[in-house]
């Protein structure tokens, strides 16, 4: 079956840190741009970073620059966001994608899109 599945989403306090994974199964993630995605309640769903299948080069947004480390593992077939210094505004559900092309960076807009994950809910709240 084709499909991404993201785990480790929860609960964490302000300042903390979460590491989300994304797993695919039924095709090679190293095949496509990947990228993480948030929707929080009552916004439009937004693409905070990406990560090339070449080169593995990154874009980030500005809200999580310096704080979101996005890397991928294509022995593991898994792609991964690595959240420090957690802020309340992060609270969303996360998304993984696989893509064809990056069209904007700015905001962060990918092409050709393969699979959209169903989503890990992340709090952020003490």
């Known amino acids: 079956q084709v499909q991404l599945v993201e785990s480790g989403g929860g609960l964490v306090q302000p300042g903390g840190s979460l590491r989300l994974s994304c797993s695919a199964s039924?095709?090679?993630?190293?095949?496509?741009?990947v990228g993480w995605f948030r929707q929080a309640p009552g916004k439009e769903r937004e693409g905070i970073s990406s990560?090339?299948?070449?080169?593995?080069?990154?874009v980030y947004v500005d809200s999580v620059k310096g704080r979101f480390t996005i890397s991928r593992d294509n022995a593991k077939n898994t792609l991964y966001l690595q959240m420090d210094s957690m802020k309340p505004v992060d609270t969303a559900v996360y998304y993984c994608?696989?893509?064809?092309?990056?069209?904007?960076?700015?905001?962060?807009?990918?092409?050709?899109?393969?699979?959209w994950g169903h989503g890990t809910q992340v709090t952020v709240s003490t």
């Open positions: 994608v696989a893509a064809s092309e990056v069209l904007s960076t700015t905001p962060l807009i990918l092409g050709g899109v393969y699979r």
């Open positions: 990560i090339s299948r070449s080169d593995g080069s990154t």
């Open positions: 039924g095709f090679a993630l190293e095949d496509y741009v």
